[in-house]
């Protein structure tokens, strides 16, 4: 079983200044398909996501969460449908690609900062690199963003003297950086001490405030509970059941979900 | 089809084969031979290289080549390939160097005796390993001593001028080894001693050998280990190679031990501490057990480096396997345009197969000892 | 030392031969008498040995007349000359040929460490055979066939190969011909060398204006489209001209001169990866079947020239795809600018003031070749040798420092939009080469110390001229070893303190 924790985090969520649209489409995928070789890992995936929504998606290890987000920015290919993101699909033309991820903010398990930079160079390299802004304007925005996840005075040192938690906060930043439209999260708590997952999760709670649309990956089912506007449950490469998270919880439909909140929630 | 909130998958979606074929050989040849157009191309000059080297070689060593039987006139012929039958005609010689004929036996043994031990001493799961290594590092280097050079139990005396060949490259090598584990252990073990003069003398001697290329070690050990020794002295010049070999790769030996101890989690130092145990045992029941164990792979990857050096003491003349075939290469005997290309061949494949096997094997530990790490 | 009895002070002291300190005192002292006395028996032993030789020590024999020929020397050498003086050119010998080792055998390291990680089963594959059948021979081997195998093996000097470019391949070595260059081609030599200072002060500029202002300044652009105009000229000219080879009409002056320009018409329109693509199609064309040629002789001209057709056909559509349709703008590294700076300011010049630079060939007389420049068999079979030998491991550490950087770093870069050629600069060769460059630098270090092994093929390097045939002559083996071993031993202390200083620089900063 997956480690899966309950961390609440202790102050209310301003869920009213969330505006979901109800007309701008951020993400829709189409009866997608995904096999790695001859192992069908996503099988008819049919997603919609509007601007400002924030989605959890949820689900025993191994049923295809992080390889179905992964699919969106395109660091997996999908053999089978269509993923459209802000208006784009993807294809295998790598140049709509890379316009496509410049919109689309990714934070990984293990925080992939560059380790041989300071935190501000993490920070303003691809501001810099691939959208062409000045530096001393792309160092201001990064420190924007270092004191928005909270260590400002970081900004010098390298990633390696920095903690679990405060890579991670840096990596949330990194990728604001870029000023994207939609952000993915894959497991962003799961590589962290237990103490770490609190500081983390302020973070991302505080961006769903600003209206961010959002998908993240996660076992923090209070971090669900508070911040999604919807869960998704998955098994076996497919979405099993999706529900607003007041229902999903108390009421779920399917049997393996039942089964999964059992395990997990004792 | 839409989903919306409070969606209940019902039709539970079967695992369906990918679209398209995921096997066979044309697939294959798509995505590793010809994924993009740049792959394609590398592909197509793989191919011309192929077709440009293979068949030349194919022909030289296989095809046009006179085979053992053969005549030295069938290798003078125009276009001939590799001379085997020189080989074997030689072959002897390429072995055992100037050893006496009717005495074949001896190194016979030795090799048995070789195989015998250091199979099972190689294999991590075979029994007896204390004995073996007993055997392996104290009994059979003696008893191999006294066999080839005889002089004891009516066994003629054959000096070390007339041994050669294989046989000395493996003499040379595995004394080499089996003298500088040892040796490598305590330098290692000096070089992470708190003792300063001690640790300064380590650190002196294995950085000396370390700087300096083996052809000048060699040549100081076979010019100056004489004028080291009492007047009147001799040293063999074997026995002067030896000693030359063996302090080399006993400095690079204890950088792998080196490694090896400094890979120890130090709670291994503190808990052989804490049990009240002196240094020697705490090093020689706790320590070296499990540094030793480690460096498996970085001692037969030595081995392998102190196997293609010993090609070196042909420049101090020693007839080993590579100076053999090098002096046969002018045999008038069996002179044609293909002598020396095939000789160097031989030489080449009969050190590429001991290496390779070697390497292969210390890949194989390796991987052996990471999995047994983490489990 | 404690008092004893002073029940309320620390436990009573073990006896003295059970305290730590003490008994490491104790081993030291013994192990320090025992290397000293060793040291010092054999000091006595060799002094004993000398007396009864009759030998002498010191160094004076340095100051010597030497008596003998080096066959290979960098500076004028003579009989008459010392024995400080054969010191001198064989360490001059072996950094010769240490210095080109080291240029080669990182060149095809670096190919075959990358081939050997390509997703391209073939190339890994060849790859992979290369590095292991090179890796377990033995150096010594490899330098005797390359020596008495290939280059020995050549023929006499009366039925030299002709290689292209007049060089000569026989018995003795290679010919090369002779760059004569005239009192003006100074001047050139000197344009170029500043001109690459310019060029890369240039890219440095334009690099760290690209990163404070956000994009490249305006007159780097525009001195860009004039270089790439100029470049695409120059290669249209170029593939015009080489057309010519096969289709003899095209190789007239006039014909490239036009053709070039026709090119450099398509290249200033949206059609830009047409003329690109046809420039990579002719060359690659062209070359492809030359070589092809040269290696199936059997095979008929026409059927190597489909091929070569072929090949040329793949380069141009990659080059289709690379070429962007838009023209060089702020956003893009204005590559063609240095890449004129380096090479058209210089032949500019060459032209301008009337320089000359003269081959003279080698010309084959009755016995020998006249004229020309001759390499050694020697050097060029020990710096064969050396550069396929060390190339399998440089290859082997390139594949380990690239491997070393982890998958998530690529996808990082990835997920924040940048390009492959950023990802590759700006994140994955920079934390690559601080897992290549050490074992890199003991690699070269190795390959320096391996250059001694030319004594054994009679290539003139320390060992040979020092260790070998001076100390025959002056029996002064103790001065002699000594030398040898202490500059090897610079050799290796520079590198360790080059590596400390690397590390120190380049170490991630851990917690």
Known sequence: MTHVSETNVERTVDTAA???????????????????????????????????????????????????????????????????VNGTELTADLKRIDEVRREVGMVFQHFNLFPHLTILQNLTLAPIWVRGIPKAEAEATAMHYLERVKIPEQAQKFPGQLSGGQQQRVAIARSLCMQPRIMLFDEPTSALDPEMVKEVLEVMISLAEDGMTMICVTHEMGFARQVANRVIFMDQGQIIEQNDPENFFSNPQHERTKLFLSQILH | MTMDIGYVRTDFVPAKPAPGRTGGPILWAQKNLFSTPTNALFTVFGILFLLWAVPPLYNFIIGHAVMPGGTVEECRAEGAGACWAYIYARFNFFIYGFYPIEEYWRPNIVFVMLAA??????????????????????????????????????????????????????????????????????????????????????VLFIELWRAVPLITVLFMASI???????????????????????????????????????????????????????????????????????????????????????????????????????????????????????????????????????????????????????? | MAVHGNLSGPAPRPSLLNDPVFRGIIYQVLVAVAVFGFIA??????????????????????????????SFTLFPWSRTSLYWQAFVAGLLNTLLVAVIGIFFATIIGFTLGIARLSSNWLISRVATVYIETIRNIPLLLQLFFWYFAVLKAMPAVRDSFLLPLGVYINQRGIMVPMP??????????????????????????????????????NSIVLAARFANAVVMFALAYLAVTLLGQIVPSLGTPIVAAVGGLALVAVSLTPYRPYAGAFVAFAIAFVVASALLASMFSSIPLVVLQVVGALIGAAVGWIMLERIGTAPVDASRFPTALPILVVFGVPLALYYLIGAELAFEPP??????????????????????????????????????????????????????????????????????????????????????????????????????????????QTGKAIEVIALTMAVYLTFSLLTSAFMNWYNGRVALVER
């Not at chain 2, 031990?117 to 104290?138: C, D, E, H, S, W």
């Open chain 2, 117 to 202: 031990l250091i199979i099972p001493l190689l294999m991590p799961t075979a029994p007896f390993k204390r004995t073996n290594a007993l055997l392996f590092f104290v009994v059979f280097p003696v008893v191999s001593f006294y066999l080839l050079s005889g002089g004891v139990f009516g066994m003629r005396y054959v000096p070390t001028e007339q041994w050669g060949g294989l046989m000395v490259t493996l003499i040379i090598s595995l004394v080499g080894i089996i003298c500088s584990i040892p040796l490598g252990i305590l330098l290692a073990l000096g070089r992470q001693s708190k003792l300063p003069i001690i640790k300064t003398l380590c």
């Open chain 2, 224 to 375: 100056m280990l004489p004028l080291f020794m009492p007047a009147g002295t001799t040293v063999d010049k074997l026995l002067r190679a030896l000693v030359g070999v063996t302090l080399f790769s006993s400095a690079y030996l204890a950088e792998t031990v080196r490694g090896g101890l400094q890979a120890l989690p130090r709670g291994q130092f503190e808990a052989g501490a804490s049990l009240g145990l002196g240094y020697w045992k705490r090093t020689y029941f706790i320590i070296l057990p499990q540094a030793l164990k480690h460096v498996i792979p970085g001692i037969v990857n030595n081995f392998i480096a102190l196997f293609k050096d010993t090609s070196l003491v042909s420049i101090v003349g020693i007839f080993d396997l590579l100076n053999t075939v090098q002096s046969a290469s002018s045999d008038i005997e069996w002179a044609s345009p293909t002598q020396a290309v095939t000789g160097y061949v031989f030489a080449a494949s009969m050190f590429w197969m001991f290496c390779f096997a070697m390497s292969r094997y210390s890949l194989w530990m390796e991987h052996r000892l990471d999995t047994g790490h983490k489990r």
């Open chain 3, 41 to 70: 028996w054999i000091v006595l032993n060799t002094a004993q040995n000398l007396a009864m030789q009759n030998k002498t020590t010191g160094f004076d024999f340095l100051f010597r007349t030497a008596g003998f020929d080096i």
């Open chain 3, 180 to 217: 004569l260059p005239d009192h003006e081609f100074i001047w050139v030599a000197v344009a170029f060398v500043v001109c690459l200072a310019a060029a890369i002060a240039i890219g440095i500029w334009a690099t760290r204006q690209r990163t404070l202002t956000g994009h490249y300044p």
């Open chain 1, 18 to 84: 969330m505006q979901v649209s109800t007309t701008d489409v951020a993400i829709e995928v189409i009866g997608m398909h995904k096999w790695y070789s001859d192992f069908h890992v996503l099988r008819d995936i049919n997603l919609k996501v509007m601007r400002g929504e924030r989605i959890v998606i949820a689900g025993p290890s191994g049923s295809g969460k992080s390889t179905l987000i992964r699919c969106i920015n395109r660091l997996e290919e999908h053999q089978e449908g269509q993923i459209v």
């Open chain 3, 363 to 472: 010309v084959l007389q009755r016995f020998n070749f006249q004229g020309g420049f001759q390499l050694p068999p020697e050097l060029v079979a020990l710096v064969f040798g050396l550069s396929i030998y060390t190339a399998a491991f440089i290859a082997e550490n390139v594949r380990g420092g690239i491997r070393a950087v982890s998958k998530g770093q690529t996808e990082a870069a990835q997920s924040l939009g940048l390009k492959e050629g950023d990802r590759l600069r700006l994140v994955i060769i920079p934390q690559a080469m601080r897992v290549i460059v050490p074992p890199l630098t003991s690699q070269y270090l190795n390959l320096t110390k391996n250059s001694s092994l030319g004594a054994a093929i009679g290539y003139p390097e320390l060992v040979n001229v020092f260790t070998g045939t001076t100390l025959n």
